[in-house]
C-alpha cells in the first residue's frame, strides 16, 4: 500500500533569516513535509545558508533547493553544498536541479543545455556517492564530506523528462494536470530510463503544480490562464497530448507586455487578460484552484493516475505574503493534506 504523500512548500517569509526560520518552524507544525528553497541570488538570501539555520530549529521538516541550476552553480558546488546541508539537518537533505529559470534571465544568462543538466546531475550524485570522477584536472576529483542526499530533476518537455529519466534520483513534473499529459510525462521519464538501462521504478516521483488559492472567481479565471500561458511560452508541446490549441495573439508578441514570464509576472490578473481568450478547460488543466476540499480532490485524482507520486508541490500563486503565507501553511497542511 503506498504511504500518504508528502506535500512540500517553496514560498517563505524573506525579510531575513529569522523570519524565514519562523515561517519553516511553524509549517512544520502544521504539516507539511518539505522546505523547498528558491535559487535567487539577487532575490533570496543564500539558500544553502537559510536551510541550515531552519534546520537546526526543526527536527521532521526535509530540505532542498528548488531549483538548482548549473548555469548559476557548477556540480561539484552543489554537491558540496547540499553534503554539508544534509550533515547540518542529520539526513534531510535532497537536490533539485533544472535548466533555470528566473534567477537565470536576472543574472543574463541562459537555461542550462539539456545535456549541461544531465552532465551536471550524473556528476553531482556521482561526487555524493563518494565516486572519483574525471573532470579535466590533474588528478580526479572527489568529494571529502560525500553523503548520499538524492539529486531529483524538475522537468516539463518530453526531451527534459526523458533525460531525467536517464540521470536522476527523481524526477518532479512540471505539467500542469490534465490526465493525458501526466500520463505522457511519467512514459517519457520512464522510457529515458530503459534508454540509460535503468529501472523505471528505481526513480522516485513527485509533481510541482501552481495552486490558486484564492475564493475569488474572476482572480483564480485570470490566474489560471496566466499560468496556462506559462506553460505554452516554455513548454508548448504540453497543448498537445490533451489536444489543446492557442488560438489567439502569437506568445512572442505577448510576452514582451510582461517581464519576466507569465509566471512571474508582478501583477498575474493582468497577465491572464491579456489571454482571456483561453477557454476554460485550458485555464483548469494547468493549476490547482478551489477550496481546500477542491484543491485534495485535484490531487488525489493525479495520485489514482500515477499512485506511485511520492511528494506534490502545490506552489501558492499569486505569492502570499507575511499573514497570507503562513495562513496558506496552515491551509495546506491541516486542511488540504487530511483529505488526500
Known amino acids: 500500500m503506498r504511504g500518504a504523500v508528502e506535500l512540500g512548500l517553496n514560498r517563505w517569509d524573506w525579510r531575513s533569516v529569522e523570519a524565514f526560520v519562523a515561517s519553516v518552524v511553524e509549517a512544520e507544525t502544521f504539516g507539511i513535509d518539505h522546505a523547498f528553497v528558491p535559487v535567487n541570488p539577487l532575490a533570496i538570501r543564500d539558500p544553502y545558508v537559510l536551510m541550515a539555520a531552519a534546520a537546526q530549529a526543526t527536527s521532521e521538516i526535509r530540505f532542498g533547493p528548488l531549483l538548482e541550476t548549473p548555469a548559476v552553480r557548477p556540480a561539484a558546488v552543489a554537491a558540496g553544498s547540499i553534503a554539508t546541508l544534509d550533515e547540518v539537518s542529520e539526513g534531510r537533505a535532497m537536490l533539485v536541479y533544472g535548466i533555470g529559470d528566473t534567477a537565470v534571465r536576472w543574472l543574463g544568462k541562459r537555461p542550462s543545455r539539456l545535456s549541461e543538466l544531465e552532465q551536471a546531475t550524473l556528476e553531482t550524485r556521482a561526487l555524493l556517492a563518494g565516486d572519483r570522477i574525471d573532470v579535466g584536472a590533474a588528478q580526479l576529483a572527489w568529494l571529502r564530506h560525500a553523503r ?71 482572480e483564480v479565471r485570470a490566474v489560471s490562464r496566466a499560468m496556462a500561458a506559462g506553460f505554452y511560452e516554455y513548454a508548448p508541446a504540453l497543448f498537445d497530448p490533451p489536444g489543446f490549441e492557442w488560438n489567439g495573439t502569437p506568445i512572442e508578441e505577448l510576452k514582451q507586455q510582461l517581464w519576466p514570464d507569465f509566471h512571474h509576472a508582478a501583477d498575474l490578473v493582468a497577465a491572464g487578460a491579456l489571454v482571456d481568450f483561453l477557454p476554460d478547460e485550458v485555464a483548469e488543466s494547468f493549476a490547482f484552484f478551489g477550496t481546500a476540499t477542491d484543491v485534495a480532490d485535484q490531487i488525489r485524482r493525479i495520485l489514482e493516475e500515477v499512485p506511485e507520486i511520492g511528494i506534490v508541490v502545490p506552489h501558492p500563486v499569486p505569492m502570499p505574503v507575511r499573514g497570507d503565507l503562513s495562513d496558506y501553511a496552515r491551509w495546506l497542511g491541516q486542511e488540504v493534506k487530511p483529505q488526500i
Open 148 to 218: 548520499p542526499v538524492p539529486v531529483w530533476v524538475a522537468a516539463s518537455g518530453p526531451k527534459s523528462l526523458r533525460a531525467a529519466g536517464r540521470c536522476a534520483d527523481g524526477v518532479f513534473m512540471r505539467v500542469g494536470t490534465h490526465p493525458a499529459n501526466v500520463r505522457t510525462a511519467v512514459e517519457a521519464l520512464r522510457n529515458g530510463a530503459i534508454e540509460a538501462g535503468r529501472d523505471p521504478a528505481d526513480i522516485s516521483l513527485g509533481l510541482i503544480v501552481h495552486t490558486c488559492w484564492s475564493q475569488d472567481p474572476a
